[in-house]
């Protein structure tokens, strides 16, 4: 006999010998049902990912921090005053590929109103030159 005959099968006396679809088992449903609740993500739940050490890309230019000797030198050879030059925070990733950098941050030295010095290529003067005071960053470091 097919599948979904109206004749009724020779061993039953008015049941068809289909097995019963999706739609008469007890585990679909063709009512409109909302869809499950996803169980929310605890704090537990969440793994976070290790912290990567920062490399530093061949485009970035190099970040060079001075000593406090060598920040007073070149503050009075700009005659300025620090507030009016550009700031970098602290936490600046371009700061984190100097060792030297690395090297004061891990010894707890103060780094906030130093100078830094970025060095960038260029086609008319060969090497820029810029400086960067240090400012610290809102979360604090």
């Known amino acids: 006999m097919v599948g ?4 009724p099968s020779r061993g039953s006396a008015g049941a068809p010998d289909v097995p019963p679809g999706p739609f008469l088992s007890s585990e ?3 009512t409109p049902t909302s869809p499950p609740r996803r169980r ?5 739940d969440e793994k976070t990912a290790p912290a990567r050490p920062f490399v530093a890309h061949l485009l970035a230019p190099a970040h060079e921090v ?13 005659k300025t005053i620090p507030e ?13 590929a100097d ?14 109103g130093r100078l830094v ?3 960038r290529p260029s086609q008319t003067a060969g090497t820029a030159i810029a400086y960067r005071l240090i400012v610290a960053s809102t979360g604090g470091a």
Do not use: C, H, N, W
């Open 4 to 7: 979904g005959s109206i004749e």
């Open 28 to 30: 679909y449903s063709m």
């Open 40 to 44: 929310a993500r605890s704090k537990k």
């Open 66 to 78: 001075l000593s406090e000797a060598e920040t007073r030198q070149v503050i009075e050879g700009l």
């Open 84 to 96: 009016r030059l550009p700031k970098i925070l602290v936490s600046d990733p371009g700061l984190q």
């Open 99 to 112: 060792p030297k950098f690395v090297a004061q941050r891990d010894a707890g030295e103060p780094l906030v």
């Open 117 to 119: 010095r970025i060095r």
